[in-house]
């Protein structure tokens, strides 16, 4: 106390260092920075009720922190570090965002319209080393994997989008730029500090992570206890054909890669999702599918057959619908649950990779990176 019986304020503390972005900060590790800077701990539940979960941009903005409050916290963390540097909006209301992030990288986060809500998709690394034959984001190789802040600040930014729409982002895929499985502990830190109730409180059943097939960060996030629902891109059921298609998921036979998914659906206790890019000429046909429902029988996975994207240059081309029918009914015959998905954004470069791809070429006339010609073989 000071005469007269007022309270003394209590000391500023003088934040050392660089200020870290929220989004790199679990919820504990936010308290413990407030706390550290002489700040009361209901400080970090404002800072989440407003920056978190309501796209506050503003310390000053965020209510209850007073002069003080902002002048100290303004010295020790940023609201985000990443910025919305190209938004392309299709007519099918699918809007795709290209991020900058602080080393000057670019990744892509794609929101999607549902009924009543949207769907995001994030990536979690900067290019991809799967090198996917059709793919446009393993082009130029792989930069970097992303760090969780970065993976949680995408969510921030299409939650942002969705919310200026009147509506809230609903579920949320790992199926941009990127192999989640080559970039695991940062989406496992990413959807824990994602799904924490203190936090954004994203249900973690509304959050689906896809692979191209890694057996052992399938079975690795069998175990992780996050409740997240699991994609594994299958393709064929050849072998020999899915190495030329995916040269990474390709490492492990279709067999060993459903053991693992089985093994993920029973002890996570989630679903199973098999994704099938169709390819005209390529994969798109009844035989191929009735060796897929082969190699299924008995397992309820369900499997998603998606047209291809044609992306600029590429070699390939989605198969007419009539294809597509076909190749569903085949599956639905032997009793494997399909379902043909809808392609979104094909205006505005909504695959992944494609975005970031135009910028580059635009940055640099006549360098962006050629695709190269498919394998004899595919054709």
């Not at 994203?202 to 992780?224: H, K, M, N, Y």
């Not at 809808?342 to 635009?362: F, K, N, P």
Request: aromatic fraction near 4%; charged fraction near 20%; charge should be positive.
């Amino acid at each position: 106390m000071t005469r007269g019986g007022a309270r003394a304020a209590p000391p500023t503390v003088v934040a050392t260092g660089p200020a870290v972005p929220l989004a790199a900060l679990g919820y504990d590790e936010l308290v413990e920075r407030v706390v550290g800077l002489g700040l009361p701990a209901s400080h970090a539940d404002r800072l989440v009720r407003a920056c978190v979960r309501r796209g506050v941009l503003d310390l000053g903005e965020v209510g209850g922190l007073g002069p003080r409050g902002v002048a100290v916290l303004s010295g020790a963390l940023r609201v985000r570090a990443t910025t919305v540097v190209e938004r392309a909006c299709s007519l099918d209301g699918t809007t795709k965002l290209l991020v900058g992030l602080e080393d000057g990288e670019r990744v892509e986060s794609v929101l999607m319209p549902l009924a009543r809500s949207f769907s995001g998709c994030v990536s979690s690394q900067v290019g991809c080393g799967a090198a996917c034959a059709f793919c446009a984001s393993g082009l130029a190789g792989l930069r970097r994997s992303l760090l969780p802040g970065e993976i949680v600040e995408q969510v921030l930014h299409l939650a942002d989008e969705a919310r200026a729409r009147g509506r809230r982002l609903g579920n949320l895929v790992f199926m941009g730029m990127g192999e989640p499985m080559h970039a695991y502990d940062a989406v496992v830190a990413a959807v824990r500090r994602l799904t924490d109730p203190r936090l954004l409180g994203f249900g973690p059943s509304r959050i689906t992570v896809s692979t191209v097939g890694v057996v052992p960060g399938i079975r690795a996030l069998a175990r992780e206890g996050l409740g997240v629902h699991l994609a594994v891109s299958v393709h064929a059921a050849d072998d020999a054909l899915r190495r030329r298609l995916l040269p990474v998921g390709g490492r492990w036979p279709l067999a060993e890669i459903l053991d693992a998914a089985e093994e993920f659906r029973t002890t996570a206790r989630r679903f199973v999702n098999l994704q099938v890019t169709l390819l005209r000429g390529v994969n798109d046909a009844p035989e191929q599918a009735h060796a897929l429902a082969v190699a299924i029988a008995g397992r309820p996975f369900h499997v998603n057959l998606i047209p291809v994207n044609r992306v600029e240059d590429a070699p390939f081309e989605p198969p007419t619908q009539a294809t597509l029918d076909a190749f569903r009914a085949v599956l639905v015959a032997q009793g494997v649950v399909a379902h043909v998905r809808t392609r979104r954004g094909a205006d505005v470069d909504a695959a992944c990779g494609q975005l970031r791809r135009r910028e580059a070429s635009r940055a640099a006339p006549g360098s962006g990176p050629a695709f190269p010609p498919p394998p004899a073989d595919l054709h």
